[in-house]
């Protein structure tokens, strides 16, 4: 206990230095578990260490559990690859540039598929031992129709101040455990995804549509241990008709209700064919090496509410994932998207489509 007050009591200003000069110099993981362990101290380095750690988005770093539900940088990518195991059904997420610095890799996410007899559930788990329906350690779950073409993302936590969780079976919450007296216990439908029908049977790529009811930044929650959820969630947001999947089980009579903006509507970019390979292609910028009809690229679409994208907006990829091995993928992902939508749209692409290739 006096350990404690020892370090609580140190001048603001010193304090403050020693974690401004940890925070720049601690760029990377695993190194930057300094600035973490900066945070558990006691309240007095937390507040601090909140203070000067900034957002993905301004500093494109991801130190916190939180930071998996904020957007990423505007003017960069975050660069993170996807192990599948196929023996467990399982897929997680590291933070690196190559499944070669596995070692170095930060552990950001988890998820195990989940067969039912008309859909297909994906867990996703901050924690990579503990993928269990029931775990407290759940932050969201994406599922699927019985076809594998529509999907619906739900988030654990609100996507905007006075959001409504859903009610339905389908978006039923994971885990019922509440984390945070501030943040309600709840599932939380926050984006669609769906997969065009390939009723010809026309040989060429995937196409995809997402669409997102909620975007923007979530801040730390001062009351929650570890800084793992967000407090308040000032988001743009859109309303979402009970039918928008199209499907049993992923619409709801009583759907949420946003209060205000409108939704991101992103499309996957289209691929040119390459007459000389005899196949359809798309500048992956060395990050993709295999061909596989799961590689995709993510921008918005043309078409975007309340007005049209600029041309230059449009060929900005927010999203990519593509195969490198076996059971090896990359993903890189950009303001708007955050980790955790990322992971979940990417998590579609693992699914089976048989009408739709």
């Known amino acids: 206990m006096s350990r404690q007050s020892c370090w609580a009591n140190m001048p603001p200003e010193l304090l403050r230095d020693i974690i401004q000069r940890l925070e720049s110099s601690d760029n990377v993981w695993p190194s930057r578990k300094n600035v973490v362990a900066c945070a558990a101290v006691c309240s007095t380095w937390r507040e601090i260490t909140k203070e000067l750690v900034k957002s993905p988005e301004l500093s494109g770093k991801l130190t916190f559990p939180v930071s998996l539900k904020q957007p990423g940088p505007r003017d960069a990518t975050v660069q993170c690859y996807i192990e599948r195991d196929r023996t467990t059904a399982t897929y997680r997420l590291f933070l690196g540039l190559t499944p070669t610095l596995t070692e170095n890799g930060k552990f950001l996410l988890a998820a195990r598929k989940s067969r039912r007899a008309t859909s297909t559930d994906y867990i996703i788990s901050i924690d990579p031992e503990d993928m269990s329906r029931g775990s407290s350690s759940c932050v969201g779950k994406l599922r699927s129709n019985f076809l594998g073409t529509k999907f619906a993302i739900y988030d654990t936590q609100p996507p905007h101040s006075g959001a409504i969780a859903s009610t339905n079976r389908a978006g039923r919450r994971v885990a019922a455990k509440q984390v945070s007296p501030k943040v309600p216990a709840g599932s939380y439908n926050v984006a669609h995804i769906s997969y065009e029908l390939n009723v010809l049977g026309t040989r060429g790529p995937r196409r995809m549509q997402c669409t997102l009811h909620a975007v923007g930044a979530v801040s730390m929650d001062s009351d929650s241990e570890g800084m793992a959820v967000p407090a308040s969630t000032e988001l743009a947001a859109a309303p979402v008709a009970d039918d928008a999947v199209g499907e049993p089980g992923l619409s709801s009579s009583g759907g ?15 691929p040119r064919w390459h007459d000389q390979l005899q196949c359809w292609c798309l500048n992956f910028r060395g990050r993709v090496t295999v061909a596989s009809v799961k590689n995709f690229q993510l921008v918005a679409a043309a ?5 049209p994208v600029c041309q230059g907006e449009q060929d900005k990829v927010l999203l ?38």
């Open 256 to 270: 949420d209700r946003y209060v205000k903006g409108d939704p991101l509507v992103l499309k996957n970019k289209s």
């Open 320 to 357: 990519q994932f593509g195969k490198i091995g076996k059971d090896m993928f990359t993903m890189d992902y950009r303001y708007p998207l955050s980790a955790f939508q990322a992971f979940a749209i990417c998590l579609s692409s693992f699914d089976t489509k048989l009408a739709c290739e």
């Open 303 to 307: 078409d975007q509410p309340p007005a």
